[in-house]
């Protein structure tokens, strides 16, 4: 319904009402599955079902919810009703994948620094580093805000099949960190450009075989594998589904009524 400060502050106003009753202290717990939770005298439903979808993002394409300016976001390539948001961003220029969802607890822990989970890129630079320059990269590189945390990269073979214009090299990069325009800042920093930049793996999720602007769901391995990387200890959604269409709205029983 809101934000959880702004339903906190619903309830010290005495909006929020459970089975009747004016509830006003933060922290009380509630039942959704057999409590009636409402607002101003409205009841509010449950949760929304999650959904998490993989597209392989296309250059030119916003990596936002809306653009105050009209250009194409990525949302205009998926037609699904209801609220979605990228997790993490890809730059205009930037493609390959990115995960959309409408959980926004997991969003929190894959694009939180905190967590420093993996990013994988294939990235086209001018030039040939030398052997040098990828050392550089891989310790850190010293940007405005301060040296990037060290990187693994490598350079691609040729027998992985990208087309390699004259004058460039492809180097995979993997990250733990996602500060803007990073790998752009960093290749520009040591003298190689960027060229192409297409991020090919999110944790435990590949891009695969989805072609520019394809998108599918996640499957229940994935998300699975998904939810131990990001969320260790809860349980899959595979085993809510095995404990039935109402444990799989909630991972437990009862909640701090400021989360609905």
């Given at each position: 319904m809101a934000s959880r400060r702004a339903c906190e502050e619903l309830i010290r106003q005495g909006r929020v009402q459970v089975n009747g009753q004016m509830v006003t202290e933060l922290g009380t717990k509630v039942d959704p599955n057999r409590d009636e939770i409402s607002v101003d005298g409205t009841p509010i439903s449950g949760p929304a079902k999650k959904?998490?979808?993989?597209?392989?993002?296309?250059?030119?394409?916003?990596?936002?919810?809306?653009?105050?300016?009209?250009?194409?976001t990525v949302l205009d390539l998926i037609p699904?009703?209801?609220?979605?948001?990228?997790?993490?961003?890809?730059?205009?220029?930037?493609?390959?994948?990115?995960?959309?969802?409408?959980?926004?607890?997991l969003t929190h822990r894959l694009t939180h620094p905190r967590y420093g989970h993996e990013k994988e890129y294939l990235v086209l630079v001018k030039g040939h580093p030398t052997e040098a320059v990828l050392s550089r990269l891989r310790r850190g590189v010293?940007?405005?805000?301060?040296?990037?945390?060290?990187?693994?990269?490598?350079?691609?073979?040729?027998?992985?099949?990208?087309?390699?214009?004259?004058?460039?090299t492809w180097l995979r990069m993997v990250l733990h960190e996602g500060r803007k325009r990073q790998i752009r800042r960093m290749c520009a920093a040591v003298g190689h450009p960027?060229?192409?930049?297409?991020?090919?793996?999110?944790?435990?999720?590949?891009?695969?075989?989805?072609?520019?602007?394809?998108?599918?769901?996640?499957?229940?391995?994935?998300?699975?594998?998904?939810?131990?990387l990001a969320l260790?200890?809860?349980?899959?959604?595979?085993?809510k589904r095995q404990q039935g269409a109402g444990s799989a709205l909630h991972s437990r029983s009862s909640r701090p009524i400021a989360r609905f």
């Open positions: 959904v998490y979808l993989l597209l392989n993002k296309p250059p030119g394409y916003i990596s936002t919810v809306h653009d105050p300016w009209g250009r194409p699904h009703r209801g609220r979605l948001y990228p997790v993490g961003r890809l730059d205009a220029e930037s493609e390959g994948l990115l995960l959309l969802t409408n959980d926004g607890e010293n940007l405005e805000e301060g040296r990037t945390a060290p990187a693994e990269v490598s350079r691609v073979s040729r027998k992985e099949g990208l087309e390699i214009p004259p004058d460039t960027v060229r192409r930049l297409i991020r090919v793996r999110l944790g435990p999720l590949r891009l695969g075989a989805l072609k520019p602007g394809q998108w599918r769901p996640l499957t229940e391995r994935e998300l699975d594998e998904l939810t131990a260790p200890g809860a349980r899959s959604p595979q085993a």
